[in-house]
């Protein structure tokens, strides 16, 4: 079974940046997605981007677009997301997912994904 461990999140200031990471562990095999969602408090999990395992491609949400850039290291089975000018209302626990199971469903939706995360908080000050 697949673990997936999320770090980086913490307390930043608007304009600033993080780096988040997301390691997996434990009985890997071929996955061909991962992806980050977000979920502010009281509202429902979002897209923030997703990137294809085998051949890079990448997609973002267009709120994070030209911020935010996903990335992967398969050596180290790590997934990235690097973050800049974040702003307040970013303000979420931010979950990284892996699809190992094509199911037919747009990678944008949370149903893709067979595996999460813990989350990791982070937080926006203004």
């Known amino acids: 079974q697949v673990q997936l461990v999320e770090s980086g999140g913490g307390l930043v200031q608007a304009g600033g940046s993080l780096r988040l990471s997301c390691a997996a562990s434990g009985r890997t095999f071929s996955r061909y997605a991962m992806g980050w969602f977000r979920q502010a408090p009281g509202k429902e999990r979002e897209f923030v981007a997703f990137?294809?395992?085998?051949?890079?491609?990448?997609s973002y949400v267009n709120s994070v677009k030209e911020r935010f850039t996903i990335s992967r290291d398969s050596a180290k089975d790590t997934l990235y997301l690097e973050m800049n000018n974040l702003k307040p209302d970013e303000t979420a626990v931010y979950y990284c997912?892996?699809?190992?199971?094509?199911?037919?469903?747009?990678?944008?939706?949370?149903?893709?994904?067979?595996?999460w995360g813990q989350g990791t908080r982070v937080t926006v000050s203004s």
């Open positions: 990137i294809n395992w085998i051949g890079g491609g990448t």
């Open positions: 997912a892996a699809a190992h199971i094509y199911r037919g469903i747009l990678l944008t939706t949370p149903d893709a994904y067979d595996t």
